[in-house]
């Protein structure tokens, strides 16, 4: 199964994403964005590619329905969804982490300081992939894969996440 990962897009009305963007979710079979979208219009067109699960940021005004967390299950792992700027912590990825307390996660995907970023707390996998455009600092814009293979005999040879850098400059 490969997911593709976004957030931080903060596309106007009439904004589009990156040609590099839509080329690598091409072949996606879900869409996870962490939020900060702006517009509806850009998740119905992620979701001509692949279902598309989405979160609220805290620049995501003009979206409903959209939950601040949320825990969907792709096989047979559990993924945490949220923004990154809500809960306990002294910084984003602390953030993260601690608004999954209790709900057995095996990976937290977050957004909100377009920071790509990977670490491994405690079994569990946080991922931020960075934004695709807006990079703030950052040398590339940035999106994330990841990649499940239910074969595997464990977790760590199953979950495979990598962060495609594209735009230097």
């Not at 001509?48 to 047979?76: F, H, Q, T």
């Not at 990825?93 to 095996?106: E, S």
């Not at 814009?141 to 040879?157: C, Q, R, V």
Request: charged share 20%; glycine share 12%.
């Amino acid at each position: 199964m490969k997911i593709g990962i976004l957030s931080d897009t903060h596309l106007s009305a009439g904004g589009i994403l990156p040609r590099q963007v839509w080329e690598s979710l091409a072949d996606t079979e879900i869409i996870l964005h962490a939020g900060d979208i702006l517009t509806e219009d850009l998740l119905r067109d992620l979701a001509l590619i692949a279902p598309v699960y989405a979160v609220l940021g805290n620049c995501d005004r003009n979206i409903e329905g959209l939950p601040s967390k949320r825990v969907l299950c792709c096989g047979k792992f559990k993924i945490g969804l949220t923004h990154g700027h809500l809960g306990a912590g002294k910084d984003t990825p602390d953030r993260a982490y601690h608004l999954f307390d209790g709900d057995q996660v095996d990976i937290i995907v977050f957004g909100h300081s377009h920071i790509p970023y990977q670490e491994v707390r405690n079994g569990v996998i946080l991922f931020n992939p960075g934004s695709p455009t807006q990079k703030r600092g950052q040398e590339y814009y940035s999106i994330g894969i990841l990649t499940i293979n239910e074969e595997a005999e464990n977790k760590e040879k199953a979950i495979r996440m990598n962060h495609i850098f594209f735009g230097r400059g």
